[in-house]
């Protein structure tokens, strides 16, 4: 069958080449916090300071890193493919988008971004918010927190992933652990909808039986095989 139309969700193992932790290896992102003292609106509303430094510290971490050959490769294939394509990202960082990609959505936040609980408005936020900047919205105090999608909370795009899913004649998964729903549960709608599915993981991940082809390695190879592939 002819593709056409694919979609491509990654994860923090794209990222681990790039230098940036994965969040459930044995060097992951929770050492030393527990998921819910971070990772929860209770956690941020019971204690702002840390979960501030937490993502203070990770937005600062993002200026001694760059894209590697995985996100490089995505934005070839974002440049250069002609049928449709999304790429939706569970990862915060902008290595995609600094690697050229364009049809990109972050479903789970940005960390350069800041989210007034006040007045809801979104903002581009390079700095660090632990000291408690005004909006530049609404100009309240103390009511910017990190534009990141907690659990418990709505991940960003899901009716236009949900529309593409349904279009996609090829889902391709990369570097995720398939631990986190509603992300982990795209494989099995997109195989609903009737695209082939195939997983680029560094092992097997939790839903790996769901996938038609699993491919086992780092994303730094992998990933440019497989759009050299597609592009011919
Ligand atoms: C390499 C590599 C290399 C390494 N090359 N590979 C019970 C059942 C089902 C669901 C739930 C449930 N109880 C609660 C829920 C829902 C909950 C959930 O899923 N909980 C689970 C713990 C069970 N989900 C939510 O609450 C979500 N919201 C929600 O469901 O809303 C309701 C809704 C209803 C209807 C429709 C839609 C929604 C929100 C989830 C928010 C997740 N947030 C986080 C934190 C973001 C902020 C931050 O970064 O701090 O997102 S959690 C964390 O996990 C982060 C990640 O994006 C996410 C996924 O992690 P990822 O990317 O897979 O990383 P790892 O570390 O797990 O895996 C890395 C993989 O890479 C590994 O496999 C490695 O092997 C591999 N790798 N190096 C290739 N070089």
Redo the contacts with the bound molecule.
């Keep these: 069958m002819e593709t056409r139309n694919i979609v491509v969700l990654t ?4 990222s ?2 790039s230098g940036l932790a ?4 044995p060097d ?2 929770w050492e030393g916090h527990r ?1 819910e003292d ?2 929860t609106p209770q956690a941020f509303a019971r204690n702002r300071a840390l979960v501030q430094r937490f ?1 203070d510290e ?1 937005r600062a971490r993002l200026a001694e890193v760059e894209p590697n050959a ?1 996100h490089e490769a995505l934005a070839r294939l974002d440049s250069e493919w002609r049928g449709e394509l999304l790429i939706v990202t ?3 960082d902008d290595l995609h988008e600094r690697a050229g990609a364009r049809r990109l959505l972050h479903m ?2 940005e960390l350069k971004s800041a989210w007034c609980i006040a007045c809801g408005i979104r903002t581009r936020w390079e700095a660090s918010l632990g000291d408690g900047p005004d909006c530049p919205g609404c100009g309240k105090a103390a009511t910017l927190r990190p534009d ?8 960003y795009g ?1 009716e236009r992933i949900d529309a593409a899913l349904a279009r996609a004649d090829l889902f391709v998964s ?11 549960g795209f494989v099995q709608s997109a195989r609903h909808y009737g695209a082939r599915t195939l997983e ?4 097997r ?1 939790e839903g790996s039986a769901y996938f038609q082809e699993t491919r086992l ?4 190879t ?1 990933v440019p095989d497989w759009v050299g592939e597609m592009l011919g």
């Design positions: 994860g923090a193992g794209i681990a080449e994965t969040f459930r290896g992951g992102l998921v971070v990772c993502y990770r995985a569970q990862n915060v789970h936040g990141i999608v907690w659990f418990g909370e709505m991940p899901m990369i570097g995720t652990s398939g631990a986190v729903y509603p992300a982990a680029l993981n560094l092992e991940s390695g780092a994303a730094g992998l």
